[in-house]
């Protein structure tokens, strides 16, 4: 592995960010409603498979009968 010093790998990571293509606001707002919309479809998904999970445990052990 070579060494680098701090002056060029700083030099290097500039170099790399102006590459890269940041997205508009618009874009940043979309994926970040589309994100939360998952993120919430998910926990509900979890939920609820978690309460069925539950209620079949319970109803096989006989607590719930």
Not at 42 to 60: E, G, H, K, N
Request: net charge positive; charged share 15%.
């Amino acid at each position: 592995m070579t060494k680098t010093s701090p002056t060029k790998f700083v030099q290097e990571v500039k170099g790399e960010v102006k590459k890269v293509t940041w997205p508009s606001r618009k874009e940043l707002i979309a994926s970040t409603i589309a994100t939360l919309i998952m993120v919430v479809i998910a926990a509900l998904f979890l939920y609820f498979a978690d309460q069925i999970i539950a209620y079949v445990v319970s109803f096989i052990l006989g607590f719930g009968a």
